[in-house]
């Protein structure tokens, strides 16, 4: 029997995680945080996804929390089993985790300080230690043995670095099945790192859908939106704020503001990065060029991509608090992407009531998130138990999204059609309702058989 469970990012965006069993033998895809709505994902993110004794082996496809963030709760339960994933992908999950478990445990202290009870963290710095030691990390293109009758290689996924789809072999009683799990699709064309690919002889796949009904403008297009948003606000003498997710985002940003700034499309203004992790992922970056895109002009040229005379990285507390007393123009980059933790939620509790300020939306905000109540452009928004009104402006800037839109979808999966003639299914998942829905339509035009699992729910390949 050859079965997979949809346990995570079914019918909703965060919290991916898939379970593929074939015979007695059972692995997992991701194993992701749930966001959004606290009570409501602190419930599920508290939820095994199977007994961990049945689990054979865990294969991640990158390392951005909504993939990789309950990892080390499977491990603090006595998940002991090997965790598969790229060089980058490995590097990159030792801060993302740490990060992850330090904010944990500052939350239990504020709810504690406010009378709230005890609220223990899902795990802390020493399960990811363990976790750590159990990752096994394997190049893009290596075929390995991830259990007996499970076979896996990975392909460059293009959305973040060492982001990867992931192929897998799987064998028994003589049958042999592919089936491919896209992970998160990225988009071509974008800075730093290389496209998609697009694997071949899948029989059935799992495929994100995060954006399956939009279309993002053109990413030369969002750079030259970039220039003219600084420019604007720092002649009003504002501030830029940005969430950004630590991972990706913050040194897309970044590669295009060097480039604006070598070209002189943005004001001479500082520009701080403002998160201790994007710090440490930027550093990660450093020491992995070899995933890079080396048809990209910049990447070409220059030796410090992440480094030039406006950027200023601040790591201590006291430095973050400085920015709110600055008097003049300045652009901050901080995490948490989704503006739910993290620095940037003090940066908007001080600047979204101020006109002159704009706080610039660079990615996909998950329903209940303090990012997509920005975006709605809420009159007020709740920051630390507070109404507080926004006035500074808001713009959204999609051409930064790291996820492929409809049309790169579409790509995708037409390319990995293109070379597997005994397709059979595509399971649709990371995706809200309503774009998932609109993607699947758009399939099934095409000819494909397309599902839309619910969490929980099974289907056999």
């Known amino acids: 029997m050859m079965e997979i469970t949809f346990a995570g990012a079914a019918r909703e ?184 690919v697009m694997p071949g002889g899948a029989e059935t796949v799992i495929m994100e859908s995060t954006y399956g009904n939009r279309v993002h403008g053109p990413t030369e297009d969002a750079r030259s939106r970039l220039a003219t948003i600084i420019s604007e606000t720092a002649a009003k003498g504002g501030r830029v704020l940005i969430p950004a997710f630590a991972v990706g985002r913050t040194q897309e940003l970044l590669y295009d503001l060097h480039g604006l700034f070598r070209e002189g499309r943005i004001p001479r203004i500082p520009i701080f990065i403002d998160s201790p992790l994007a710090s440490d992922v930027t550093a990660v970056f450093e020491v992995h060029p070899d995933c890079f895109d080396a048809g990209e002009d910049l990447v070409r040229r220059v030796d410090q991509l992440f480094r030039f005379d406006l950027v200023h990285y601040t790591r201590k507390v006291e430095e973050s608090k400085a920015l709110n007393t600055m008097r003049t123009p300045f652009v901050v980059i901080a995490a948490s992407g989704m503006a739910e933790t993290g620095r940037i939620v003090h940066h908007l509790a001080n600047g979204a009531s101020d006109p002159r300020n704009t706080i610039l939306i660079v990615g996909f905000q998950a329903e209940h998130t303090l990012g997509r109540r920005i975006v709605e452009r809420r009159p007020t928004i709740r920051v630390f138990g507070e109404e507080i009104p926004l006035r500074a402006r808001v713009e959204v800037l999609n051409g930064y999204s790291a996820h492929g839109d409809r049309n790169e979808l579409l790509r995708w999966i037409e390319g990995v059609r293109a070379q597997s003639p005994g397709l059979r299914q595509v399971h649709l998942v990371h995706g809200e309702p309503d774009a998932q829905d609109a993607f699947a339509n758009e399939l099934r035009v095409r000819g494909l058989d397309v599902t839309t699992p619910s969490r929980g729910s099974s289907a056999t390949f």
């Not at 939820?47 to 499977?74: C, F, N, Q």
């Not at 990060?99 to 399960?127: M, N, T, W």
């Open 13 to 196: 965006v965060t919290g991916s995680c898939h379970l593929v069993r074939v015979g007695d033998r059972r692995i997992v895809l991701d194993c992701g945080m749930f966001q959004g709505h606290r009570t409501d994902a602190d419930r599920k993110n508290r939820e095994l996804p199977a007994p961990l004794e049945t689990l054979s082996a865990l294969v991640l496809s990158h390392a951005h929390i909504d993939h990789a963030g309950r990892i080390p709760l499977l491990v603090r339960n006595g998940f002991d089993r090997p965790i598969y994933c790229t060089p980058a992908t490995r590097d990159l999950s030792a801060y993302m985790l740490l990060d992850s478990a330090h904010i944990q445990e500052k939350d239990a202290e504020h709810l504690a300080r406010r009378g709230k009870g005890f609220v223990e963290p899902l795990y802390d710095s020493k399960d990811v230690a363990r976790t750590m030691e159990q990752m096994i990390s394997m190049p893009y293109g290596r075929e390995f043995e991830v259990t007996p009758g499970i076979r896996a290689s990975f392909v460059d996924a293009g959305h973040i670095l060492g982001s990867a789809s992931v192929i897998l072999d799987c064998h028994e009683d003589g049958a042999q099945r592919r089936l491919v799990f896209s992970g998160d699709i990225g988009r071509w064309g974008l800075p730093i790192i290389r496209d998609p």
